[in-house]
């Protein structure tokens, strides 16, 4: 069975700090390359990080460039976000999302990616 479950969610300060995880199952996550979706409150799907299959390449959307960083560990089969200069505005549930090509898609259309997470919830508030 395939499954990306991300963890690591939480409510944080502004300008804490927090670690998303996402682990992979059922697939080779090599073959992969992997993103970040992110729906906050009320909004559409917002595509904010990727990383290419397998020479760890990263692209970010303008709203997170500087403050995030996502890496990945395929023999771990783990894709992860650190999250730093954290915002209100960066609340919202988190997606890891798999897309079976070498170089990262900039997509936030559910249906451009092979396989989604369930999400986990990031809560920026004082």
């Known amino acids: 069975e395939v499954q990306l479950v991300e963890s690591g969610g939480g409510l944080v300060q502004p300008g804490g700090s927090l670690r998303l995880s996402c682990a992979a199952s059922g697939f080779s996550l090599s073959w992969y390359s992997m993103s970040w979706v992110r729906r906050a409150p009320g909004k559409g799907l917002e595509w904010i990080a990727g990383i290419n299959s397998d020479d760890g390449d990263t692209r970010y959307a303008g709203s997170v460039k500087g403050r995030f960083t996502i890496s990945r560990d395929n023999a771990k089969k783990m894709l992860y976000l650190q999250m730093n200069s954290l915002k209100p505005e960066d609340t919202a549930v988190y997606y890891c999302?798999?897309?079976?090509?070498?170089?990262?898609?900039?997509?936030?259309?559910?249906?451009?990616?092979?396989?989604w997470g369930q999400g986990t919830q990031v809560t920026i508030s004082s």
């Open positions: 999302a798999a897309k079976r090509r070498a170089y990262v898609i900039s997509s936030s259309r559910l249906y451009d990616y092979d396989y």
